[in-house]
């Protein structure tokens, strides 16, 4: 298990460099193994094209290295942080891609105005509070901000983003739908202010998107879903 982990692991930062949401050897993803309290996560300062299932680094929930010759992440102890207090979440991602970390700069949340948004983050991309790289800070400020909401993404104040999800894969379309929609509504706003979406039509489109939409749910109640 833990090998096919470090598998996904290496394979999904890929996907960041794809959507252009890192440089250099910033960002990185984890995830959790399966029934055990232990997570992998990608190495500190080593070059994306240098990432291998093999150097991959295992830790535990404290953070601590189980399995690897080099230095995990910067941002270890806030994934562990996470994955402590939210059983729910099995994958983090953090990026510092450049619509997204230029609205964490102003701290200012992405306000739901696209049906996309409705779709996927079921609201805003709310606010985090600052928090200095190294300790847990980071990871207290992403579970307690995401506390009753029902957005996947944070944007921590003056730094970049997070993302969590049930697996490691949904924590990446994550990170790639905040880029994307941060990117419209900044867009929008050069042209004035965007038209905001009802609460009610933002949570029938929540609804939809996570429940019917798709090919394991393209049947429900007998209708085929569009």
């Known amino acids: 298990?833990?090998?096919?982990v470090r598998a996904e692991v290496?394979?999904?930062?890929?996907?960041?460099?794809?959507?252009?949401?890192?440089?250099?050897?910033?960002?990185?993803?984890?995830?959790?193994?399966?029934?055990?309290?232990?997570?992998?996560?990608?190495?500190?300062?080593?070059s994306y094209d240098d990432l291998t299932p093999a150097n991959?680094?295992?830790?535990?929930?404290?953070?601590?290295?189980?399995?690897g010759d080099l230095a995990p992440s910067s941002d270890t102890a806030a994934h562990a942080y996470v994955y402590r207090h939210r059983p729910d979440v099995g994958g983090v991602v953090h990026t510092h891609s450049a619509y997204a970390s230029s609205w964490a700069a102003r701290g200012e949340p992405i306000p739901c105005v696209l049906t996309a948004m409705a779709d996927e983050f079921g609201g805003e991309i709310p606010i985090g509070p600052f928090a200095l790289i190294g300790n847990d800070d980071i990871g207290k400020g992403i579970v307690e901000t995401l506390d009753g909401h029902r957005s996947p993404a944070v944007l921590m104040r003056n730094h970049g983003v997070f993302t969590i999800g049930r697996d490691a894969r949904a924590a990446v379309k994550a990170a790639v739908m905040a880029e994307d929609v941060a990117r419209t509504v900044h867009l929008a706003r050069v042209h004035g202010e965007p038209v905001p979406i009802d609460q009610e039509d933002i949570d029938a489109l929540y609804h939809r998107y996570q429940n019917v939409y798709g090919q394991s749910k393209s049947i429900v109640d007998g209708v085929p879903a569009r």
């Open 56 to 67: 991959m680094i295992v830790c535990d929930l404290d953070g601590a290295v189980v399995e």
């Open 1 to 4: 298990m833990i090998s096919s």
């Open 10 to 46: 290496c394979a999904l930062h890929a996907e960041l460099v794809r959507y252009r949401l890192v440089v250099w050897t910033a960002g990185n993803v984890s995830a959790r193994v399966p029934g055990a309290d232990l997570f992998v996560i990608k190495p500190s300062g080593v």
